[in-house]
């Protein structure tokens, strides 16, 4: 049964209460760039260097898989590119700066797209919920401050989950399944495990019989989908294939590679109260599946539990994948809240109370996890940015193995034109390492033989200063590590090619 705050019309369900948790998730993200070093002073992941080249590199003509490998659809580059490709005309470290600046503004959207969605199926106190869960959600929130996957990846998912949840007029349910559709194509541009998401979506809707709007939606991604891959499959058909397919089911292990520390990063990892109140709306929705009505449901039940078994299964796992499950668990709390303020209705006010605030500081639980990961520094950008700078002609051709360092000095793989596009030194090289007979027990093993050295080395070769630091360290082997002695000299954080 839907809670009787349904009875009345949504456009009379509150919208300030939500908007003001997304402030305060913006805050909370925005909080990791309030020193004296910025957007550079909050640590900087590989993968955020690899996405913002991408994207910055579609201004200069340089494109995923036809000039260098990516093993990642294109959308992240396509829907970064705009504010990315301010590295064209300035400073790529401004442009960088920018996008980090910029991203919480899209955790901020996610927040309240989260409380909308509970509080129009499930009531007001749903939504505050699922918008508080969001919004301290730790992995979404320390995404949320850089161009990763995850901030777009969410808001299309939410997106899509919005349009297609409301209810309207037959012309408005073609508009929004046309929307829905298109948003789901989007979010498989962005990473292929979205396809959890189709598939709740379908199941969601083909339960309440309507297998028609289902087909239309998956038709509407398809052709959506087309339009996103198809220019990049036709210039570089083999090299796409070989990123987001073969490379993706060949590649060795990495990250934990425990399910069962897995699960127990899914679930409890500084969230155990939050998550126990997701298992419990998960109950219920499961309770539920039945009823005809009750596609909100079955569709974020099956999003998280698709995603999750996706997670435990697949051959690589770092914590900040958690923050795709943002939306689903905070949605789900939402609903296991409902359920359980309704309950506290029926109780003494005193007692109604207490286990209301007692439902609202559970929500509110991974807030100190979040805070703490806002409160990290890390000058280390800044330092090599300046050192590189200063030492570094602009145009020597400059190679690191995580692109952010170059990022950091104002440089882009690939820039000036001729230089190594070393967008991704990584996928590169285990890429490399599959054409092996055998298989390997996980990366640091890969980097060990020397067929993932056979195109970095040739790249390196074309090198007039090269950044190893710890990660080139652990991907160059025994004997290209001796080759780089041979031909660079060390001066401080870089190594300079040695006079002939």
């Known amino acids: 049964m839907r809670s009787s705050n349904l009875s009345t019309p949504r456009l009379h369900l509150p919208w300030w209460p939500l908007v003001l948790i997304a402030s305060g998730a913006w805050l909370l993200r925005i ?204 210039l570089a058909p083999a090299a796409m294939l070989d990123g987001l397919l073969r490379f993706q089911l060949l590649r060795p292990p990495d990250g934990e590679s425990d399910v069962w520390r897995r699960l127990l990063m899914v679930l409890g990892d500084g969230r155990m109260g939050f998550s126990v109140l997701c298992v419990w709306g998960l109950v219920v929705a499961l309770a539920r599946t039945r009823r005809r009505e009750a596609v909100a449901e079955r569709l974020f039940a099956a999003a998280w539990v698709l995603t999750v078994v996706t997670f435990l299964s697949s051959k690589s796992y770092w914590a900040q994948y958690n923050a795709h499950l943002a939306p689903s668990m905070a949605v789900l709390a939402g609903l296991g809240a409902s359920v359980v303020l309704r309950w506290a209705d029926t109780r003494p006010r005193t007692q109604s109370a207490l286990v209301t605030a007692t439902v609202m500081l559970i929500a509110l639980s991974p807030l100190p996890a979040a805070i703490r990961s806002a409160n990290q520094r890390d000058r280390f950008l800044l330092t090599l940015g300046s050192s590189l700078r200063a030492s570094v002609p602009p145009d020597s051709a400059l190679c690191t193995f995580e692109p952010a360092w170059a990022i950091a000095a104002g440089r882009l793989p690939g820039i000036p034109e001729g230089t190594p596009i070393l967008v991704d030194p990584y996928g590169l090289m285990l890429n490399d390492a599959l054409g092996t007979p055998g298989r390997f027990a996980h990366a640091g093993a890969a980097f060990e033989d020397e067929r993932s050295q056979r195109t970095m080395l040739p790249m390196l070769a074309r090198c007039d200063i090269l950044v190893l630091e710890g990660r080139g360290e652990w991907q160059l082997s025994s004997a290209s590590e001796r080759w780089v002695h041979e031909h660079f000299v060390r001066e401080g954080l870089f190594w300079r090619r040695a006079s002939e």
Not at 66 to 88: C, K, Q, S
Not at 133 to 162: D, H, I, K, Q, S
Not at 176 to 182: E, F, P, Y
Not at 186 to 214: D, P, S, Y
């Open 31 to 234: 909080a990791g760039f309030f020193h004296r070093g910025g957007a550079f002073g909050h640590p900087v992941d590989y993968d955020e260097g690899v996405y913002f080249s991408a994207a910055a590199l579609l201004a200069h003509g340089v494109l995923p898989y036809r000039d260098y490998f990516f093993v990642h659809p294109p959308g992240i580059a396509m829907l970064l590119a705009p504010v990315a490709a301010l590295a064209r005309g300035f400073d790529a470290a401004l442009a960088f700066a920018v996008v980090r600046w910029l991203v919480p503004g899209i955790g901020a959207l996610s927040t309240l797209l989260c409380g909308r969605i509970a509080q129009e199926q499930w009531g007001v106190r749903a939504g505050v919920v699922a918008a508080l869960a969001y919004a301290v959600f730790p992995e979404a929130a320390a995404t949320e401050r850089g161009p990763f996957l995850e901030p777009l990846l969410n808001l299309t998912c939410l997106g899509m989950a919005w349009v297609w949840l409301r209810h309207g007029a037959d012309a408005s349910r073609w508009k929004g399944d046309l929307l829905a559709g298109a948003l789901l194509a989007t979010a498989c541009a962005i990473k292929l495990t979205a396809g959890a998401w189709v598939i709740a979506a379908v199941g969601a809707r083909g339960m309440e019989g309507q297998g028609r709007r289902a087909l239309r939606v998956v038709l509407v991604a398809a052709a959506v989908g087309l339009v996103w891959l198809g220019p990049f499959f036709a």
